[in-house]
């Protein structure tokens, strides 16, 4: 039977909701939308993640869209996967995680800049936000001076950081 599923945004071409945390990796899921009797509805395969990270319109990461040397970088993803500590598909961690920490993917999670993989500082779903992974990292003198950025090309003098690639 259908269940209702936590929808985040609907707009003129795209539809937001969050895969639940139960369904299984490898399977086929049914993707259904009734606006009003009007009534879609879409086959996909679930993948164990499917990670993208979000920019804002023109294409800085969110919410840290530049940082000087040495400033630590967040930025936030979606389609991480399967999390540990478990929580609720829709839920958002509370403001205080205790002993056990925040909830993180359990797959191996990499970060490579200009194809160098990069240091991980924190990973973790922030309080407040659902199905949604923060991840920090500290800018280095490598993102600035002889290392190349995502976007291509070289970064240097006062431009500002970072072009990130997220593998999973």
């Not at 990461?61 to 999390?83: K, M, N, S, W």
Request: glycine fraction near 14%.
């Amino acid at each position: 039977m259908a269940q209702p599923r936590p929808l985040y945004y609907v707009g003129s071409g795209q539809l937001n909701v969050q895969i639940p945390y139960e369904t299984t990796a490898n399977s086929s899921a049914v993707l259904s939308v009734n606006n009003n009797g009007q009534v879609t509805t879409q086959s996909f395969q679930v993948a164990s993640a499917a990670p993208g990270i979000f920019t804002d319109s023109t294409g800085a990461l969110v919410p840290t869209a530049a940082a000087a040397r040495g400033q630590e970088i967040a930025f936030y993803i979606d389609g991480a996967g399967a999390v540990s500590p478990a929580i609720p598909t829709g839920a958002a961690p509370a403001a205080s995680h205790g002993a056990r920490g925040p909830s993180k993917p359990v797959q191996p999670t990499s970060v490579t800049i200009g194809g160098a993989t990069a240091n991980i500082d924190f990973i973790g779903i922030p309080s407040g936000l659902a199905g949604v992974t923060q991840i920090n990292r500290a800018s280095s003198d490598r993102d600035f001076n002889g290392g190349s950025s995502g976007g291509g090309g070289q970064w240097g003098g006062n431009r500002q950081c970072c072009g990130e690639n997220y593998d999973h």
